[in-house]
């Protein structure tokens, strides 16, 4: 492990992320109808791969960091994945330790500090990416009044040169028997050019700016998922029939005597 001092860098094996994912990817197949995701605003180009990355997101739900890892494995492949988590959920889950999540007191002096000066030294690493829920605790996603917490900004107002990327993400039920999982990535932030009297934004700036951002991502998501209108997302995992029992089963012999091909879906995705 690399210290920076009283920084440990946490570990994050890519192959086992990797791997990781797979498991995952079949989990969240299981558990929901579809994953959508929303990138247009988000030039990857621009960015590079010589630019070390935050996703900050909204927190909804269990599933969020698992959320994270499969759209890092999607759009950000060959980048190394690092997430903060609080520390005692760490203790119920250590395979996490391996998988890139390091453990921290978040709502204590000395988390906040160590939480800075260890995404500080995973930030050194150029391929690095680090997501974020600055809630700090479950929130309902048309709920916007919870503060981030300061360290992200801190964090943004310490560290050039990285970029800082929303991201939004719901899990609704739309016309099928399972709930859809839905994302949207932000534009990209990054310091802006030195100013007269000013080396960039200050903690304050920051704060209002990745607020802003953060809930505009979620507005732009959630009219979508009003919309109801699967056209507008490309598709991670897509929806796929699932029989419901004896009741589709007569369901598909009634299509078969009718001549029509059964699908089970109550919508087809459009």
């Known amino acids: 492990m690399t210290r920076d001092k009283q920084a440990v ?5 890519k192959w086992l992320v990797d791997g990781f994912c797979g498991f995952s990817r079949r989990m969240v197949a299981k558990q929901f109808d579809s994953f ?7 030039d990857l ?23 994270a890892m499969l759209i890092r494995k999607k759009y950000f492949p060959n980048r190394i994945f690092y997430a903060p988590i609080d520390s ?16 921290l007191q978040l709502k204590t002096t000395a988390g ?3 939480f800075l000066a260890t995404t500080k030294l995973i930030l050194k690493s150029k391929n690095a990416t680090v997501w974020i829920t600055p809630e700090g605790r479950f929130m309902d996603v048309r709920d916007h009044s919870q503060t981030l917490m300061p360290g992200l900004a801190h964090l943004a107002s310490r560290v050039p040169g990285v970029v800082f990327i929303p991201m939004a993400l719901e899990y609704v039920f739309w016309d ?9 990535l932000g534009a990209a932030i990054s310091q802006p050019e030195p100013r007269a009297q000013s080396n960039g934004y200050d903690k304050s700036e920051w704060s209002e700016l990745l607020t802003s951002r953060l809930r505009q991502t979620q507005l732009e998501l959630a009219q979508s998922v009003i919309a109801r209108d699967g056209s507008r997302f490309d598709y991670l995992i897509a929806s796929r029939p699932t029989r419901l029992g004896w009741y589709d089963y007569f369901r598909s012999w009634s299509a078969r005597l009718k001549g029509k091909q059964f699908d089970p879906r109550h919508s087809v995705q459009k």
């Open 9 to 13: 860098l946490p570990v994050s094996k």
């Open 88 to 103: 005692e959920a760490l203790e119920n889950y250590r395979i996490m330790a391996k998988l890139g999540f390091y453990g």
């Open 176 to 184: 099928e028997s399972r709930p859809q999982l839905f994302a949207r």
């Open 45 to 67: 180009k621009a960015i590079g791969d010589e630019t070390p990355i935050v996703v900050f997101t909204n927190h909804a739900s269990w599933w969020d960091p698992i959320s």
């Open 112 to 114: 906040a500090s160590e």
């Open 36 to 42: 959508g995701v929303q990138t247009e605003l988000l």
